[in-house]
Nanobody, 126 residues
Framework: EVQLQASGGGLVQAGGSLRLSCAASGFTFDGYAVGWFRQAPGEESKGVSCISSSHTSTYYSDPVKGRFTISVDNMKNTVYLQMNDLKPEDSAVYYC???????????????????WGQGTLVTVSS
């Protein structure tokens, strides 16, 4: 059974750090684009950070550039999102998604559909 398991959320003070994990089972991230998305209450889901299916290109949304880092551990079949200098506006439910590069338009870094994990809640207090 294919699953994505997101974890690592929690409550942190502004300026703090968290590392989110997205663990895959039933498939490997090799050849998959993986992305982190977030949805705050009353808002639409937005892309936060992605890594391409070749795992050589990354994307960061403007609000998180310079503060968040996406990485892949192929041995653990896990994608991480290191979040530093967290701000209250980073509070949201964070989801990870993965999609085979073969199903994506050329040069697209972020998943469009594919597999989605359950969310993990990040709350940043001021």
């Amino acid at each position: 059974e294919v699953q994505l398991q997101a974890s690592g959320g929690g409550l942190v003070q502004a300026g703090g750090s968290l590392r989110l994990s997205c663990a895959a089972s039933g498939f490997t991230f090799d050849g998959y684009a993986v992305g982190w998305f977030r949805q705050a209450p009353g808002e639409e889901s937005k892309g936060v950070s992605c890594i391409s299916s070749s795992h050589t290109s990354t994307y960061y949304s403007d609000p998180v550039k310079g503060r968040f880092t996406i990485s892949v551990d192929n041995m653990k079949n896990t994608v991480y999102l290191q979040m530093n200098d967290l701000k209250p506006e980073d509070s949201a439910v964070y989801y990870c998604a993965a999609e085979s590069g073969g199903r994506l338009p050329r040069k697209r870094i972020c998943p469009l559909n594919g597999y989605w994990g359950q969310g993990t809640l990040v709350t940043v207090s001021s």
